[in-house]
């Protein structure tokens, strides 16, 4: 069952400056998230869906407004902070997988661990022991473009796992991937948070996703619509 809230959005405003004139990205979002939730954010292409993502998760500043997650205001952290702490408590999965292609599967998981101090046995450990749990044994030694695109995105999540985050970050996962292998991942991510009752935040436009959620947020024009 759902915890302690551990992501929570008052009167968000993200407003960008254009040519045009000024563009409201997100306008007034409330919200809570709960622990061990996986909650969907759909809407059309342009809505605000990946501008909530990157305010939500310290990506990006916030015009106004106040972005609290597990307990603490994460924009009145400092830059050196935030990072910090995205690094010990989140993990991130994109739709174009942002491997390193000059390095192996085991390589780009453990890659986080060592850039935060991990000790390098230790970390290789961790990264193995994940791409076990995601059914890629024997694949730990090839390069992302040796591999399917259903295998590099369990090579993004167990990247994304591998510190063991509280909240995961999810910004159209299966955006590149077939019917068949966008099944599996999201099935993957459903598993995944079940078992370890982390918060997955996953972005997308597919109601076939959004299926897999235990709740569904809907966004339109940097804010949301009633289901």
Known sequence: ????????????WKIYESEAGPVEALRGIDVEIRE??????????????????????????VTKGTVTVEGTDIH????N???????RRMGFVFQSYNLLP?????????????VSGIPPKQARESA????????????EGFRPLALSGGQQQRVTL?????????????????GNLDAENSKQVMDLLRSLNEKHHQTFIVVTHDA??????????KMRDGTWISP
């Open 208 to 217: 076939e996703v959004s299926r897999s959620c235990d709740r569904v947020l």
């Open 1 to 12: 069952m759902p915890g302690e809230v551990i992501v929570q959005g008052t009167d968000v």
């Open 81 to 87: 902070k935030k990072s910090e702490y995205r690094a």
């Open 128 to 139: 193995m022991h994940w791409l076990e749990e995601l059914g890629l044994r024997g694949k």
């Open 102 to 114: 000059v390095l192996s599967a085991v390589e780009n998981v453990e890659l986080p661990l060592l």
């Open 76 to 79: 009145a952290m400092s830059d």
């Open 36 to 61: 061990g939730e996986m909650v969907a954010i759909m809407g059309p292409s342009g809505c605000g869906k990946t501008t909530f993502l990157n305010c939500f998760s310290g990506l990006d500043d």
């Open 158 to 174: 167990a990247r994304a796992l591998v510190s063991e985050p509280a909240i995961v970050w999810a910004d159209e996962p299966t």
